[in-house]
């Protein structure tokens, strides 16, 4: 398992440009199935979720492959599967956006349940039911919801939640509403961009859409979809990432390839806290401000704070003077952060859904642990502040959903490098010195430099 060593203390500076969303071209690359005709796709990331998606729409038929100028091409060449396993699909509940494709297209679907999660809860009960609403027969067998229709039939799908709408789940309703006969009406439909490009990229392949970015969308179905051309939008959890990163380490970076449109709510509420951010040509120009200011956020849907970004802000509030609180409406137990940014210095406690936050002056350089993905944005964006060198371990978390992330954080100055472990239960840790008692004051604090980290006993085999 790989694991990210990082040199803090260290501000970021120049220019980097985004990657594609993640979260757009996932959906995207699903909705192919439902496509007669080669599709190709610009800004397409490469990362882990992406193979993983290939892979199983590879067993379901489509042929994927990278062109020399880095575009996706993809084709469906056997449309006779169904079928997408539990091996694959617990690898990552992103493969639930199979679900409306297969069902409008191939008239029948079987795809496994996604399974637990880091982040909490996550039912997939409002995908099924818009899929109901549309005509479809749904059960769930054996780990396994099956879907089929013999014709689905639009109508008006509620996709509102308890806790908002569901994304994917509009992404799945959307796309198999495309092949129901006369007009859907998706009401309590999710605004993300992502939900947006996904729309887009289905006019483009001859679909009859409205509404696209409100929570009313229109849907009037046809037959078939065509084969296009779409290039996906760039991705804004990255660039708040970068904007976070380049606030904490008080420095001052360029970012390209960004859409601030789709990062009002995150550029406003690093500006209220002290971040400085500006346009500079189509890029975003970010530094520090004087200081930091506490701040009180709360996660929601589109258009508010994204809930993708709250660890990363927590990681940034914690070096504010004062309390904060964070909170997420979206996912109210996405806090496994917290215990491990507190072992990077960091004072934060869990109050239900909020983490309240007081400032510390520094982190300092440890050994944490990364539990999902954005949590070990989180921890590595605090191992880049602190002082002093870190261990950030599972970092296959972060190679899901961030592009070349250390490629891309060196030549900003960061000193992180990957270390490949190849003896996975030796686990690499940081020991702090100890100093004498008798040494007269405190002890000035001393890390171990990453090239002498030492590997520590395995387990006593009793
Ligand atoms: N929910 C339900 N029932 C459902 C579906 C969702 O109650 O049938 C609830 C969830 O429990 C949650 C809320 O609705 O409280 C929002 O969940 P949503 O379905 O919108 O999440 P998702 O579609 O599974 C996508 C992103 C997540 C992102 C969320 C929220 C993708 C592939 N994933 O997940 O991204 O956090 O929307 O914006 O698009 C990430 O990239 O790190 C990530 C987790």
Request: proline share 7%; hydrophobic share 45%.
């Amino acid at each position: 398992m790989d694991m990210f060593v990082v040199r803090g203390g260290r501000p970021l500076r120049g220019t980097v440009a985004m990657s594609g969303s993640k979260n757009a071209s996932l959906p995207i690359m699903a909705a192919v199935l439902a496509v007669e005709g080669p599709v190709t796709l610009r800004n397409v990331p490469h990362l882990a979720d992406v193979s993983t998606l290939a892979s199983l729409l590879t067993r379901l038929g489509v042929d994927i492959r990278r062109t020399e100028n880095d575009e996706l091409r993809l084709e469906v060449v056997d449309a006779s599967a169904c079928v997408a396993p539990y091996d694959l699909v617990r690898r990552m509940r992103a493969s639930i956006c199979v679900l409306g494709p297969l069902l409008g297209r191939r008239r029948r679907a079987c795809v496994s349940l996604p399974g637990g999660c880091n982040i909490g809860h996550r039912p997939i009960d409002l995908h099924l039911r818009g899929l109901a609403a549309l005509g479809a027969e749904i059960s769930v067998e054996r780990g396994y919801v099956l879907a089929k229709a013999d014709r689905l039939r639009g109508a008006v799908v509620d996709l509102s939640g308890p806790t908002g709408s569901t994304v994917t789940g509009t992404c799945n309703v959307l796309t198999a509403a495309c092949f129901a006969e006369g007009r859907s009406v998706l009401t309590g439909a999710a605004c993300e961009p992502e939900v947006v490009d996904l729309g887009e990229f289905l006019i483009a392949a001859g679909a009859a859409i409205n509404g696209l970015g409100t929570s009313t969308i229109e849907v009037d179905g046809g037959p078939t979809l065509h084969g296009t051309r779409h290039a996906v939008i760039p991705d804004r959890i990255e660039a708040a990432t970068f904007l976070i990163a380049a606030a904490i380490t008080r420095g001052d970076l360029r970012i390209d390839n960004v859409r601030a449109d789709h990062l009002s709510a995150v550029i406003e509420t690093l500006r209220q806290i002290g971040v400085r951010i500006e346009r500079e040509g189509l890029g975003l120009r970010v530094s520090m401000g004087d200081a930091l200011r506490p701040a009180e956020v709360c996660a929601l849907p589109y258009p508010g704070f994204p809930t993708d970004v709250q660890a990363q802000l927590s990681a940034l509030l914690s070096l504010a003077p004062g309390t904060s609180v964070v909170t997420d409406h979206v996912f109210p137990d996405r806090f496994l952060h917290l215990p491990e940014l507190c072992r990077l210095g960091a004072d934060i406690r869990r109050e239900g859904a909020s983490g309240i936050i007081h400032g510390v002056p520094q982190f300092s350089g440890a050994s944490v642990m990364a539990s999902d993905l954005r949590a070990s944005a989180a921890l590595l964006l605090a191992a880049l502040a602190a002082p002093g060198d870190s261990v950030i371990r599972r970092i296959y978390h972060l190679d899901r959903g961030y592009e070349r992330l250390e490629d891309k954080l060196r030549p900003l100055g960061a000193d992180i490098c990957r270390v490949t472990d190849a003896a996975e239960n030796v686990p690499l840790t940081l020991v702090p010195p100890l100093e004498p008692c008798d040494t007269a004051g405190p002890p000035p604090p001393k890390f171990l430099q990453p090239r002498s980290i030492t590997a520590e006993l395995p387990d006593h085999p009793i």
